[in-house]
């Protein structure tokens, strides 16, 4: 599926009637998830994320912007952000499936319809600008509502789209094409705009205008063709302003991330609080405003355990708080992961899983009457829980008293047990779905010849690939028998006992899997493929046995020791 997101700002952050009525012709289209709804007092504006197929989010954000241009006057704003129009900036996204250049395209389609349509100055910026200048929103915004009349009476400020002729109640607006942006706020102990716009210009990087004399006050110096010299920051990537936030009684240094390949969000915080201090302030916390990918997340947090000297081999969640407390994202409002993470949105109320039950309901389940979940998922559950033994023992080892040299490589071995963990994970549902559709497969029709062929050939394809889910699970349990074995051997000795265990549940999961397998193969009329699999299972098998004893003989060393 072809996904992207679209993140409108409406200036409109105090009547959530209005607003309200924006986003419901956005929920009105079919195929378009409204992810998120982010109304600012101060800024009187509002953030709104969706995302759907191309088609779709387009039409909603016409009718967003269509809404927009009826409900809010213009005239009438104040807010302390930089504004020009009803509807602001409306970018969009490439999520899934869409390159930036089929984004363009839809931005250019959708500005041109703007324009015409509703008779809005449109100008497109980043990726989508015709005019390399425009790719700067700031310089699409330059002078802003106050400041648009004059604009569209010169040559440079005609539209792309629409006609240069000034609404006051609507403004213009400004469609683009761009990468995922996030908005991020750090929190300052301080009231003053001025020193939260210095620790701005020290890290955005644009950076500051270089004045002779006085730093403040001094006159701006000049190039030989009279254009300011300006003295980068120290983010590339960064844009950022300070400003004071009433609603809060405190500064902010206001920023967008326009690049987290380049500045991480963890980055931009670590330096805003470098630079905060060295100017006599203190950062005490961040706000996010809008939505960020779950990666961004979780690369902050393992940055903040990596300074701790701590394993990062630990569930996402931890992680997560992690990077919530370190950066004080509760500060103003609360931060719920479910509510402020891309990915976490978007999977809304998924299908129950096998794995979201509790012990005594996947048991329950178990034993019922229905034969799935079976052997292979609960196979694939005893190596998660083998390895999962390993992990453990790997992060005691990595907090043990006396060993912090060797933190980062029992750190590494965490991670490497956390992946197994939850790939098999994945697998006890996947197994117990390999099956339904064998199941499917001999429901199908088979009246005609056409019919019987083609339910064959389903219920082969589909018993082929309950046998190579089983061999899955069988192949990473033996793998997991090897870092379970390095913990037994390199490990605290006092979790010697729990490699042991671990060992028994990865080498369970093997043989149990393996059953799965050559009870799944003996049905298939492939026969290449079965003696091909039964082979490399024989030897996965007594591997595994292998790597069992040896790893036994160790923990009965150790704990006889």
Same mark, same amino acid.
């Given at each position: 599926?072809?996904?992207? *997101? ?12 209005? #607003? ?38 387009? $039409? @909603? ?8 241009? *009826?409900?809010?006057? %213009?005239? !009438? ?15 969009? #996204? ?5 390159? %930036? ?7 250019? +389609? ?40 004059? =604009? ?75 254009? $300011? ?9 960064? =844009? ?11 500064? +902010? ?43 961004? %997340? ?9 300074? +701790? ?7 996402? $969640?931890?992680?997560?708080?992690? @990077?919530? !407390?370190? %950066? ?14 891309? $990915? ?93 559709? #064998? ?16 339910? =064959? ?14 061999? &899955? ?44 397998? =050559? #009870? ?23 591997? @595994? ?11 009965? &060393?150790?704990?006889?020791?």
């Amino acid at each position: 599926m072809k996904l992207i *997101e679209c993140v409108p700002n409406f200036s409109e952050g105090r009547n959530m009637t209005i #607003i309200k009525q924006i986003t419901d012709v956005i929920e009105d289209v079919d195929g378009v998830r409204l992810l998120d709804v982010d109304p600012g007092k101060a800024t009187n504006r509002t953030v709104v994320t969706f995302v759907g197929e191309p088609e779709a989010v387009c $039409e @909603a954000a016409f009718r967003a912007v269509k809404k927009a241009s *009826e409900l809010i006057d %213009m005239s !009438r704003h104040h807010g302390e952000h930089p504004r020009f129009g009803a509807t602001d900036v409306l970018p969009l #996204i490439p999520i899934a499936g869409v390159t %930036m250049d089929e984004t363009v395209a839809c931005a250019r +389609q959708l500005g041109q319809r703007i324009g015409q349509t509703l008779q809005i100055p449109v100008y497109t910026y980043e990726h989508a600008a015709f005019d390399e200048r425009r790719r700067n929103l700031a310089y699409c915004r330059a002078g802003e509502y106050e400041g648009l009349k004059d =604009k569209l009476a010169t040559p440079e400020g005609k539209p792309d789209f629409g006609p240069a002729v000034f609404h006051p109640r609507t403004g213009a607006i400004a469609v683009g094409a761009r990468h995922f942006l996030i908005a991020y706020n750090v929190n300052l102990n301080t009231t003053s705009t001025r020193r939260a716009n210095a620790v701005a210009f020290d890290v955005r990087e644009k950076g500051r205008p270089i004045r002779e004399g006085n730093p403040y006050t001094g006159r701006k110096k000049t190039d030989t063709a009279g254009r $300011e010299i300006w003295q980068p920051g120290l983010l590339k990537a960064v =844009k950022g302003i300070g400003w004071y936030i009433e609603e809060y009684g405190i500064a +902010q240094v206001s920023m967008n991330l326009t690049d987290l390949a380049v500045t991480p969000l963890h980055i931009a915080f670590e330096t805003v609080c470098e630079r905060a201090q060295a100017r006599g302030l203190r950062v005490t916390g961040s706000e996010l405003v809008g939505l960020l990918p779950l990666q961004a %997340m979780l690369d902050a947090g393992r940055y903040f355990l990596t300074k +701790q000297r701590r394993s990062t081999g630990i569930p996402d $969640e931890e992680i997560i708080k992690i @990077a919530i !407390r370190t %950066m004080g994202l509760n500060e103003l409002s609360p931060f719920d992961p479910k509510k402020k993470i891309i $990915e976490y949105v978007m999977a809304g109320d998924p299908s129950p899983k096998l794995t979201d039950k509790t012990l005594t309901g996947f048991a329950n389940e178990t034993a019922g009457e229905s034969p799935a979940p079976g052997g292979g998922s609960v196979a694939a559950y005893i190596g998660a829980l083998g390895v999962a033994l390993g992990g453990m023992v790997a992060n005691l080892s990595a907090h043990k008293p006396g060993w912090d040299e060797h933190w980062k490589t029992f750190s590494d071995v965490a991670e490497k047990a956390k992946d197994y963990m939850n790939r098999l994970l994945s697998l006890v549902d996947e197994d117990t779905r390999a099956f339904r559709r #064998i199941i499917d497969a001999f429901a199908l029709p088979k009246n005609t010849a056409a019919e019987k062929n083609a339910r =064959k050939q389903a219920i082969q394809t589909a018993t082929r690939y309950a046998t190579e889910v089983p061999f &899955q699970v069988m192949s990473l349990c033996c793998d997991c028998l090897q870092i379970i074995k390095t913990m037994a051997e390199t490990g605290n000795p006092n979790s010697a006992s729990d490699a042991g265990v671990g060992a028994l549940a990865a080498r369970a999961g093997v043989r149990g899997a393996w059953l799965n397998v =050559k #009870i799944n193969a003996r049905a298939l009329e492939d026969r290449t493929f079965t003696e091909k699999i039964i082979h490399e299972g024989e030897t996965i098998i007594a591997q @595994a046995e292998q790597l069992e004893q040896e790893i036994l003989t160790t923990v009965e &060393q150790t704990i006889n020791h």
